[in-house]
């Protein structure tokens, strides 16, 4: 799936700050991070509708997404934690009349491994 | 809130074995059901959704309907093949709660042995 990337694809850290990064091809208008840890479905971490931020409030602080345009997604995450450990999805669909409420296309993830 | 519940955690078939994966979901409004796909390392891939009552999704061979009344979405497939082995979700979307994306069910992971 080229139509969303995502980098770095795989990171190992210890207790650092990072930033993952996400671009969609789509034209779409909203852009979501999803969180999926070993053997669980994804969980919606952020979601972003026209730029307009709403956030899981169960998401830690240390969790910052950046929005710069509707294109592009950013994830920065500072002093990370073992429980961080996951793969990191970013998504995007379009929304609005007319338009397929909330079918998420997703891209290929960035594996997160915190030791 | 919303909820999906798959009623199969894992599911091992032979090729050519009938594949049905049971998917039952609770929600406040009228929700667009999903499926989903999803092979190692790589994203949740859309199969099809249904927005409607008695809807028919189909993709790749594979079909469920979209039923109100049980609210059901069961997955079915008649004929598999090695290459179907992956993680399958259902999923739902409600309008009504639109701040929550898609809901999951917990995926059922299916393999098919040659």
């Known amino acids: 799936n080229t139509k969303i990337t995502q980098s770095p694809r795989y990171l190992i850290l210890g207790r650092a700050n990072k930033s993952l990064e996400c671009e969609q091809h789509?034209?779409?208008?909203?852009m979501y991070w999803y969180k999926q840890s070993a053997e669980k479905p994804p969980e919606l971490m952020f979601l972003?509708?026209?730029?307009?931020?709403?956030r899981n409030e169960t998401v830690p602080s240390r969790f910052i997404p950046e929005c710069p345009d509707s294109s592009k997604l950013l994830l920065h995450i500072s002093a990370v934690d073992p429980e961080d450990s996951a793969v990191y999805f970013c998504a995007s669909s379009q929304e609005g009349q007319g338009a397929p409420g909330n079918t998420l296309y997703f891209g290929e993830g960035s594996r997160l491994i915190v030791v | 809130g919303d909820s999906v519940t798959q009623t199969e955690g894992q599911v091992a078939l032979s090729e050519e074995d009938f594949l049905t994966i049971h998917c039952n979901y609770s929600?406040?409004?009228?929700?667009?059901l999903f499926w989903y796909v999803q092979y190692p390392g790589e994203g949740p891939q859309l199969l099809f959704r249904a927005s409607r009552d008695k809807e028919k999704g189909s993709s790749r061979g594979f079909e469920a309907t979209y039923d109100k009344g049980t609210t059901s979405f069961h997955l079915r497939k008649a004929s598999v093949q090695e290459s179907d082995s992956a993680v399958y979700y259902c999923?739902?979307?409600?309008?009504?709660?639109?701040?929550?994306?898609?809901?999951f069910g917990l995926g059922t992971r299916v393999s098919v042995f040659p």
């Open positions: 972003y509708n026209l730029k307009q931020l709403i």
């Open positions: 999923a739902l979307s409600d309008l009504n709660n639109y701040a929550q994306g898609l809901t």
């Open positions: 929600a406040s409004g009228y929700p667009t």
């Open positions: 789509l034209g779409h208008n909203a």
